[in-house]
């Protein structure tokens, strides 16, 4: 056996074969912030499925906020502290657009990006953080002037929080084939950091839309930026993007997990965010138990006193279809695995 199939083996052996129910649980499981989790989770202030919860539907407190410094889309950097947690932690807080959908902010694909993790990695594995909607009143920031209420007969912003990963930087490179091939850790964090890009169809592959890790000497990539994804005729054709599959192998374990998939366990992408409006204006996340139109057609759903977000149907079938084309394609040869 030679050096590269010995380390690859090493990688498989070290990040499990096995493969847990992939269909995702319907809304965020708190999880306990324990000295143990935070050291599995050392990138993340808050580990991510306790995050959703936090930043769903915890007590924070907006502490300061400042512009975010990148993009068109009115992003801001917020401090926060939340009930039941010692540390305040950091988010970004991007406001949604008027109809809730656009070119270069779209909030439905963003929160899609982070959910569809579920279908392939562990939490402790994932690389988009954790992002949520959640509706604002303008009171609640330091600066409520800036902030301003986003459907009519509203009392709040609605946004999305995305949590601000820590001991990050931007990388020399995003994928180093050399390391690729001679470092087992590398190697397996950039699949999974790959093969999300590809069923998302990540489109905008700017140098800032990716982070690595400090700690670990670059181990682990992380996507930051994913609202040109999931399609689309408008995107940044000007740079590499990462809708491409170019790691030198992909994992045995995630094409298992892949093959294991029927289209049904992609139907949970149709709603990633759901609110009803209350009485005086605001509007509060619910389940995402179903879609108001059948059908699916459209990725922004507003009826009555309901808002629902998710993929539409068409983006849904190219998930599936670049799924089969992928699995299609390690059959043939065209991807070695490890």
Not at 117 to 133: C, F, G, M, N, W
Not at 136 to 146: I, R, T
Request: hydrophobic share 40%; net charge negative; proline share 8%.
């Amino acid at each position: 056996m030679d050096a590269i199939a010995l380390t690859w083996l090493l990688v498989a052996v070290s990040g499990g074969c096995t493969s847990p129910t992939v269909t995702p649980p319907p809304g965020p499981a708190p999880v306990e912030t324990t000295r143990d989790a935070i050291a599995e989770f050392p990138n993340w202030p808050i580990p991510p499925l306790e995050a959703e919860r936090v930043l769903a539907e915890g007590d924070l407190t907006v502490l300061s906020e400042r512009y975010a410094g990148r993009g068109l889309t009115g992003a801001s950097r917020v401090e926060l502290r939340a009930a039941g947690h010692p540390e305040s932690f950091s988010a970004k807080w991007k406001p949604m657009p008027a109809g809730l959908d656009g070119i270069n902010n779209a909030p439905r694909k963003e929160l899609a990006a982070y959910q569809i993790q579920r279908i392939l990695l562990e939490p402790s594995d994932y690389v988009v953080p954790t992002s949520v909607a959640r509706c604002m009143p303008p009171e609640a920031f330091p600066v409520p002037g800036d902030h301003h209420s986003t459907l009519p007969g509203s009392s709040c912003e609605l946004g999305i929080f995305s949590l601000w990963l820590e001991d990050v930087t931007l990388p020399d490179t995003v994928l180093d084939e050399m390391r690729f091939r001679n470092d087992s850790v590398y190697a397996y964090h950039f699949s999974n950091f790959n093969l999300i890009t590809y069923l998302l169809k990540h489109q905008d592959g700017r140098y800032g839309n990716f982070l690595v890790s400090r700690s670990d000497g670059g181990q682990r990539l992380f996507s930051i930026d994913n609202g040109v994804a999931f399609g689309g005729i408008w995107y940044n054709w000007f740079v590499p993007n990462w809708k491409h599959l170019r790691a030198p192998a992909l994992r045995r374990a995630s094409i298992d997990r892949l093959r294991a998939l029927q289209p049904a366990d992609l139907a949970y992408l149709r709603t990633v965010a759901r609110f009803e409006r209350l009485p005086d204006g605001s509007w509060v996340p619910t389940e995402a138990v179903g879609v108001l139109a059948e059908d699916y057609q459209d990725g922004v759903r507003i009826e009555d006193d309901v808002v629902e977000l998710g993929l539409d149907e068409d983006e849904i079938d190219d998930i599936w279809e670049r799924i089969q084309d992928l699995i299609e394609d390690v059959d043939d040869g065209d991807h070695e695995l490890f």
